[in-house]
């Protein structure tokens, strides 16, 4: 056969096979469920101000990029050799590691102990949770915080022998330490890491816990609370029912079923209100041979602890929403719980709650530069939202307080850096806080004042 003839039909099957994709599109739809993302959308060639969108290639190549026929088939294939061939991922959010086990790539930092919070800022968030802390005892209320561990901090023989971690501490273990002495920190890590089982305690597959670590952090949180666990029935069995959020991100065009773990105790409580799936922002339960009310501030960890803490209590709400919505606390148990590799979240966004007035008067403040501060005030609601950010000169060592005055009262803020208002500033410089006020609130009629631990004091002129 003539040369020629073969590189014409070379050709002609090269290029036929990349239309391929763009010819099955109409047959072929990608979920972005799977690969928990939102795909690409189809670009305008206009802006929402009439111009031309000069980027509408980069988009549209984007958008086909995303949306192309058989392109979750093929993810799956390049996944499934990269991990079988070369122990790699081909999902930068997924970690392959040995004997199936995966990762998320977002815990990677945690496990190395690097990019860790500065000292103030590990400082700031327990000055945060300690506020809570107060604001609940003098509500009535019983308050536990806990942080759920990542699966690499409770099983790291299963990470690739090249992420070696470093000589740093986490930001676990430095909180963990500070926290050791108080009343209310639960140390969930501690719990899961000596207890000693034959079924792992997370997912091989998934991010997070099974129903056994669940339950074992459960169990945890009732022991300080001195009160019973919910029952575990006649002990604990298997199924392959579990679809793992990192299988499903690496492999999405399977059904990577994964172990979950079940007991057959039978739970009698039920849900109040409408009720879709656990991931719900807002679920409120009721159980009959519960005691006493629980407002449960949670993340996707606790999902699979709220049939456990349901069972105990006669009411309960958990909730997802951010901030922590606490201006309902009297007389019930409040629980905050949230996954260790977002506890830098805990110095970026106050609580809603009335902030607590403060007696500064003995204080002699040096007077600070207005350059570099900047302080706002909105409305939200029934409250007003106070929040700045200070530089660096208002502090001189790694642990402040930082107090607002406005219309003759002083109140205790908390150190939070909200990048949902500010895009400039140090986030370990930031304050937020809410009060009732039912008059708009001047940003020029505020004065905010840090106390560093050392005792300097720098006020706002």
């Not at 998320?104 to 496990?111: A, C, E, L, M, P």
């Not at 106070?386 to 060592?397: N, W």
């Amino acid at each position: 056969m003539n040369k020629n003839v073969l590189y014409r039909l070379y050709a002609a099957v090269f290029v036929g096979v990349c239309l391929v994709p763009s010819a099955l599109m109409p047959v072929f739809r990608n979920s972005s469920n799977k690969e928990k993302r939102t795909l690409a959308s189809f670009p305008k060639a206009k802006t929402e101000d009439g111009s031309l969108n000069f980027d509408y290639f980069s988009q549209f190549e984007d958008w086909f990029s995303d949306h192309m026929a058989l392109r979750q088939q093929l993810v799956t294939a390049d996944g499934r050799l990269r991990s079988a061939l070369f122990c790699t991922s081909a999902n930068s959010d997924v970690i392959v590691g040995s004997d199936g086990w995966l990762y998320y790539g977002k815990t990677v930092d945690d496990f190395l102990r690097i990019n860790t919070l500065s000292e103030r800022g590990v400082n700031n968030i327990c000055h945060n949770i300690d506020l809570i802390s107060r604001y609940c005892s003098d509500n009535g209320a019983e308050f536990i915080f806990t942080v759920a561990p990542n699966k690499n901090s409770v099983y790291s023989e299963h990470m690739p022998f090249n992420y070696v971690p470093s000589d740093n501490r986490s930001n676990y273990e430095r909180l963990a330490e500070k926290l050791s002495g108080s009343t209310w920190f639960c140390d969930m890590k501690q719990k899961l890491v000596e207890t000693t089982s034959s079924i792992p305690l997370y997912h091989k597959t998934d991010t997070h816990w099974n129903n056994l670590g669940a339950y074992v952090g459960h169990v945890s949180l009732m022991d300080m609370l001195g009160r019973e666990s919910c029952p575990a029935g006649n002990g604990w069995y298997t199924r392959n029912d579990r679809l793992g959020d990192l299988a499903a991100m690496l492999y999405p065009a399977e059904e990577a079923k994964d172990t979950n773990v079940y007991n057959d105790y039978e739970y009698t409580y039920n849900y109040q209100g409408r009720f879709k799936a656990l991931d719900d922002i807002t679920i409120k339960t009721v159980c009959a041979g519960g005691e006493g009310e629980l407002l449960m501030f949670r993340d996707s960890y606790g999902e699979a602890i709220l049939p456990y803490m349901a069972e105990c209590f006669a009411s309960a709400e958990f909730s997802r929403a951010v901030p922590y919505r606490l201006t309902d606390v009297k007389g019930k148990t409040v629980i905050i719980e949230i996954v260790e590799r977002n506890l830098g979240n805990l110095q970026k966004y106050a609580p809603l709650m009335n902030a607590p007035e403060a007696d500064i008067s003995g204080i002699k403040p040096t007077a600070g530069t207005r350059e570099g501060v900047v302080i706002k005030a909105e409305k939200n609601g029934m409250l007003t939202h106070i929040c700045g950010v200070l530089p660096d000169s208002y502090f001189s060592s790694d642990s402040a307080v930082i107090y607002v005055t406005v219309g003759g009262k002083t109140y205790e803020a908390f150190n939070c850096f909200d990048d949902g208002v500010f895009s400039e500033g140090s986030s370990d410089n930031g304050f937020s806080m809410y009060i009732s006020s039912e008059e708009e609130i001047s940003p020029d009629d505020i004065t905010v004042t840090a106390v560093s631990s050392n005792g300097s004091a720098v006020r706002t002129e």
